[in-house]
Nanobody, 121 residues
Framework: QVQLVESGGGLVQPGGSLRLSCAAS????????MGWYRQAPGKQRELVAI???????NYADSVKGRFTISRDFAKNTVYLQMNSLRPGDTAVYYC???????????????WGQGTQVTVSS
């Protein structure tokens, strides 16, 4: 079993910054990708940013130039640095990881419990 523990959410004023962290632990053979999704009230969950094992990244158009995803491979931890935050960024942010628990196991999606980010004056 794999656990994802997120931290770093909170309340911030427009234009402010927050840094989210997500640490993966448990039965991990390899991690193919780690990323962040978000879900605002009444909306579907959407991809914010993802980083794959080779280091390539992909961002939602709405956050390009403002958010930066990074990963500490040794700690199985992914970070999301969020700058120039807007009220539209308000959502619950979920960490996601694509994990193989054994060399012969299929890759499986795991999710964190979510952390609230609120951007408001």
């Amino acid at each position: 079993q794999v656990q994802l523990v997120e931290s770093g959410g909170g309340l911030v004023q427009p234009g402010g910054s927050l840094r989210l962290s997500c640490a993966a632990s448990g039965s991990i053979f390899s991690i193919n990708a780690m990323g962040w999704y978000r879900q605002a009230p009444g909306k579907q969950r959407e991809l914010v940013a993802i980083i794959i094992s080779g280091g390539s990244t992909n961002y939602a158009d709405s956050v390009k130039g403002r958010f930066t995803i990074s990963r500490d491979f040794a700690k199985n931890t992914v970070y999301l640095q969020m700058n120039s935050l807007r009220p539209g960024d308000t959502a619950v942010y979920y960490c996601n990881s694509v994990v193989r628990t054994r060399s012969y196991s299929p890759q499986t999606n795991y999710w964190g419990q979510g952390t609230q980010v609120t951007v408001s004056s």
